[in-house]
């Protein structure tokens, strides 16, 4: 079965540091363009952060800019997101997602709903002292 596999997260104080990664499982990232995504009950999932497979380049919300990294490791077909300065506005179920049938840009990847795309199990990250 082709699909996103997410590790990393858990609970770390405000200020402290954590890492998500995302893995292909059915097929490699190639060229494809992968998004983080968070989601708290009662809101919609929220695009956090796009890295491109064509060129690196990166998209951010505003609201994680200086704090959130993507990056991606072609040589192990993963793509990570450095969570620093974590706030208690962060927590979340983070998501990773690609579209591999869509078009590569991160403007397009950004606009992903879950009814669409390749979606990673979600991660809980808990923000708390």
């Known amino acids: 079965q082709e699909q996103l596999v997410q590790s990393g997260g858990g609970l770390e104080q405000p200020g402290g540091s954590l890492k998500l990664s995302c893995a292909p499982s059915?097929?490699?990232?190639?060229?494809?363009?992968i998004g983080w995504f968070r989601q708290v009950p009662g809101k919609e999932r929220e695009g956090v952060s796009c890295?491109?497979?064509?060129?690196?380049?990166?998209l951010y919300a505003d609201s994680v800019k200086g704090r959130f990294t993507t990056s991606r490791d072609d040589d192990k077909d993963t793509v990570y997101l450095q969570m620093n300065s974590l706030k208690p506005e962060d927590p979340a179920v983070y998501y990773c997602?690609?579209?591999?049938?869509?078009?590569?840009?991160?403007?397009?990847?950004?606009?992903?709903?879950?009814?669409?795309?390749?979606w990673g199990q979600g991660t809980q990250v808990t923000v708390s002292s």
């Open positions: 890295i491109s497979g064509t060129d690196g380049s990166t």
């Open positions: 997602a690609t579209d591999r049938f869509g078009p590569l840009s991160c403007d397009h990847v950004f606009g992903l709903t879950p009814d669409f795309g390749s």
């Open positions: 059915g097929f490699t990232l190639d060229y494809y363009a």
